[in-house]
């Protein structure tokens, strides 16, 4: 398995407060990403990045930040989180791209 | 805006039967498909990557087959087996664009 981890696997929060997402990869791939699992939606995509500083909009990045300081970590901000992004979070790698993507384990976050 | 659709939504067979399992995109402009696993409250496994100037790739039991120009891929699993009960993904990607995700086929294998 591709060496992706997130932290924290699951978090509870309330409506207004910042919480921050880690993805930590050890695999030194260039492209790292962010979606979000919705049952009714499927997988889309948040942010994502393509080197260290780089980083673009995906689909659904309203009310979402990223931050990529080091090719190995890519963190994703809810300023204010609200109920509507209580979801299932998970990070991809893929060392270009056009490669294959892996995904990490996920982390589920309920806002209330 | 690429659109791509998974059909059945959920499909349950007897241990043996051999399955496909099918996906469509609206626009033929791929870079490559990949093909994903999900088992319940985990992550994505990746099964197959299909370059767009690919027809299939194999891997064990998994043949996964690309048709750009119809739109198309299939997974075809051969004498399925309770251990292949899962969600199966399918995802496009465009020259400059990230994946676009189906929505899944739920997979039940039945002992």
């Known amino acids: 398995d591709a060496g992706i981890t997130q932290s924290p696997r699951h978090k509870v929060t309330e409506t207004g407060t910042p919480v921050t997402l880690r993805c930590h990869q050890t695999e030194n791939h260039r492209y790292m990403y962010w979606y979000r699992q919705d049952p009714g939606h499927g997988l889309r995509l948040i942010h994502y990045s393509y080197g260290v500083k780089d980083t673009d909009k ?23 989180a609200t109920s509507s992004q209580t979801s299932v979070y998970f ?18 976050l309920t806002v209330l | 805006k690429q659109e791509v659709t998974q059909i059945p939504a959920a499909l349950s067979v007897p241990e043996g039967e051999n399955l496909v399992l099918n996906c469509s995109f609206t626009d033929s ?3 490559n498909l990949q093909w994903f696993r999900q088992d319940p409250g985990k992550g994505l496994t990746s099964l197959l990557l299909i370059q767009s100037s690919q027809r299939e ?6 043949n996964a087959s690309l048709d750009k120009s119809s739109g198309r891929s299939t997974l075809y699993i051969a004498a399925s087996q309770p251990g292949d009960s899962a969600t199966y ?5 465009g020259g400059n664009t990230p994946l676009v995700f189906g929505k899944g086929t739920r997979l039940s294998v039945i002992a």
């Open chain 2, 57 to 62: 790739q194999t891997s064990g039991r998994l």
């Open chain 2, 29 to 31: 402009a791929i870079y």
């Open chain 1, 91 to 108: 990070c991809a790698i893929s060392g270009l791209g056009g490669n294959e993507q892996f995904f990490g384990p996920g982390t589920r």
């Open chain 1, 58 to 80: 995906g689909e659904v990045s309203d009310g979402y930040s990223v931050s990529r300081s080091k090719t190995e970590d890519f963190l994703l901000t809810l300023e204010s």
């Open chain 2, 89 to 93: 993904l399918c995802a496009v990607q």
